[in-house]
């Protein structure tokens, strides 16, 4: 499959929203774009929405389900995950400190769903919490391996740098690092440090908590790319193509 396997870094797709309409506009925003894949945030949609939008079919390339639900909301995070079995998606994205999470590994693997189970915060990592944290999440043998947290300060950002780029060295499954607040320059820096993935947004996601996430746009992104050097461009079998919007029959991926 083309996931995470022909390119050095790629761009995702979080979609989110209140109403299918709203979805299904993002969706054909992304993957005329070009994104490598997209996934759904389930735990920022609502359940009936959600419902609706699963019975689609036809997606221009690999979707995921993401639920970072913990404690109360594990259950939660499980039944939209499992839900997803049903449908066309590819896999499903978890909270790394999800209390089902052995369940929701078990029963992806025995769908043949791809898996993966990140790790978001509303706080910092030391470089040292961080390692440890990747290290886990290689013990799972997931499609990659993700830390999520908000940074207070330029250290902050410079310990999820330090860790990334320490295990994209060391080898293993994609490792993925990626900076909530206002240090959003470190989104921009990741990539170099061996970033695998980086996840764009169609839309600004207002229902986040914290409401100040700066994750980056796409309309961002071709601003940055224009910039030689500054950001990776989408893929590099592209060439002078890189910064133009393809259409989304040239971007189907086989999952």
Known sequence: MGILSESSHEFWATISGSSLPDLRAQESMVWEWGVTAIEYRA???????????LRGNGRAGPA???HFGTGRDAESAREAIVKSFASDLAGCICHS???LLDEIRGRCA???RLFAAAYHSQLPMTATEAMREYEWQESLRPLFRKIAVRAKTVDDVVALL?????????GGSPVVGAIFGPHRWARVALPSAGSAVSFLL???ATNEEGNDDEQ???????CLQMVRGLYPPRSERLDDEALRPRKAANIRAEV
């Open 43 to 53: 735990d920022l949609i609502p359940p009936a929405v959600y419902g609706e939008l």
């Open 97 to 99: 400190r999800c209390e």
């Open 110 to 112: 025995d769908t043949g």
């Open 216 to 222: 980056l746009q796409l309309r961002e992104v071709e």
């Open 202 to 204: 169609a839309a600004q």
């Open 64 to 66: 995921f389900v993401a």
């Open 162 to 170: 330090q860790a990334t780029s320490r295990a994209s060295q060391d």
